[in-house]
């Protein structure tokens, strides 16, 4: 899913991109997209756009006349821009807003249509989609962890809520606890100050850094490979490659649809977490560090 580095990117480019242009036509593949019936899509249509907003992970493009057409992308939506007229026959195009430069698809991979698409008024509208959590960017230490002790909750789960934090999700919360050298599953009422301020330095910096390397590789182009799997990511997506500050094996828990990458010598003291998948299966034979690990790795 597209996360605040990813979507900040998209807001950028967008802007630059689109506002001062006229929204021409409007070529609706996927009616199940359009969650919204009032007011019509088609009200946007000969109107130039005017702002681009992000809320979360949401980016909402306003045309003249405060009327918004807000967009969630979801796990797999992402946006393209292309040549005029471009045609909409690829199985994975939901919608198609056409320019006179070009024409910005809206694109969704796999069977599950999840993205979506609302038509609203007024920029006070955009207060339904706006699920409350922090802008981590700009979070001043005693907010962030107020935010963080609100619940107990693991560390994981704490950065990718919503209601907690704005637009942090399973790829950047991997590493930005592997930054702050803290484990996942840390219990937020076990956290000391320092280690909350700590926390809040890795999570700024940690996305200030992905948005300046994303706009760099951008440039004054349109990003056409946004990925949660990216190269020089630390430990996301990187279970049993070595990890980059300790050279440990990258280790990986999977749960529903979300996996949690870490590393167990920076973040955990070398022990290594539950998995559970395998650990119930186990039980007391699941090892506890990484040498019990490596013990069970050799060939008999």
Same mark, same amino acid.
């Given at each position: ?84 007229? =471009?045609? &909409?026959?690829? #199985? !994975?195009? *939901? $919608?198609? +807003? %056409? ?5 910005? /698809? ?11 698409? =609302?038509? &609203?008024?007024? #920029? !006070?509208? *955009? $207060?339904? +989609? %706006? ?5 981590? /960017? ?163």
């Amino acid at each position: 899913m597209p996360e605040l580095p990813d979507v900040t990117v998209y807001q950028e480019r967008l802007r630059a991109f689109l506002v001062g242009q006229t929204l021409q036509g409007i070529r609706l593949k996927s009616s199940f997209l359009l969650r919204t019936v009032a007011p019509p899509l088609e009200a946007a249509i000969g109107r130039p756009i005017v702002a681009v907003h992000r809320i979360g992970k949401r980016l909402a493009l306003e045309v003249d006349g405060e009327l918004l057409l807000v967009l969630h992308l979801m796990i797999a939506g992402r946006l393209r821009w292309k040549p005029v007229a =471009h045609p &909409v026959a690829d #199985r !994975a195009v *939901l $919608a198609a +807003f %056409d320019f006179a430069p070009g024409c910005l /698809l809206l694109t969704e991979q796999g069977s599950k249509k999840r993205a979506s698409l =609302h038509v &609203v008024q007024g #920029r !006070a509208a *955009l $207060a339904q +989609f %706006d699920r409350g959590g922090l802008e981590p /960017l700009t979070a001043t230490g005693p907010l962030f962890a107020a935010a963080l002790r609100r619940e107990n909750r693991t560390l994981k789960r704490a950065l990718t809520d919503p209601r907690l934090f704005s637009g942090i999700g399973n790829a950047y919360s991997d590493e930005i606890l592997h930054a702050a050298r803290l484990s996942p599953v840390l219990l937020t009422s076990r956290l000391t100050d320092e280690q909350c301020e700590r926390l809040r330095l890795a999570t700024a910096a940690t996305l200030q850094h992905w948005i300046d390397r994303l706009r760099a590789t951008v440039g004054d182009g349109f990003p056409d490979k946004v990925t949660a799997f990216l190269p020089d990511m630390a430990v996301h997506g990187k279970a049993g490659q070595p990890c980059p500050c300790c050279a440990a094996p990258v280790q990986r828990i999977r749960y529903a649809d979300n996996e949690c990458n870490y590393c167990a010598r920076c973040q955990c003291g070398g022990k290594l977490l539950a998995d559970r998948g395998l650990s119930p299966l186990l039980k007391r034979d699941w090892p506890k560090t990484l040498e019990e690990l490596e013990e069970l790795r050799r060939p008999g």
